[in-house]
């Protein structure tokens, strides 16, 4: 088994930033693909960023968030962070941490995470 907890949400306004950090437990964390996912009110939920532990710690990132987004992990310490700055307020939603139980593979599709968080409320003002 495997444990997340997200934290870090809040309200921001458009233009500002906020740090998500997702800390595990339970399992071998370095083994573990890690990713962010999100889900606004009445929308599916969608892919934001995720990141190997071997292989370079490559990530991926959805369109929508590149360049604005910025995913990193500690493996000394069982976290993953989401860094996200010129936030919009499209990007208001429910975020949540997830694992994977392999580390060979990144995945944009949340059918291939095993473990979730209970996620956490970003929302950002106009």
């Known amino acids: 088994q495997v444990q997340l907890v997200e934290s870090g949400g809040g309200l921001v306004q458009a233009g500002g930033s906020l740090r998500l950090s997702c800390a595990a437990s339970?399992?071998?964390?370095?083994?573990?693909?890690m990713g962010w996912f999100r889900q606004a009110p009445g929308k599916e939920r969608e892919f934001v960023a995720a990141i190997r532990s071997s292989f370079g710690g490559n990530t991926a990132y959805a369109d929508s968030v590149k360049g604005r987004f910025t995913i990193s992990r500690d493996n000394a310490k069982n976290t993953v962070t989401l860094q996200m700055n010129s936030l919009k307020p499209e990007d208001t939603a429910v975020y949540f941490c997830a694992a994977m139980t392999t580390d060979w593979l990144i995945s944009r599709s949340a059918n291939t995470y095993d473990y979730w968080g209970q996620g956490t409320q970003v929302t950002v003002s106009s």
């Open positions: 339970g399992r071998t964390f370095s083994t573990s693909t």
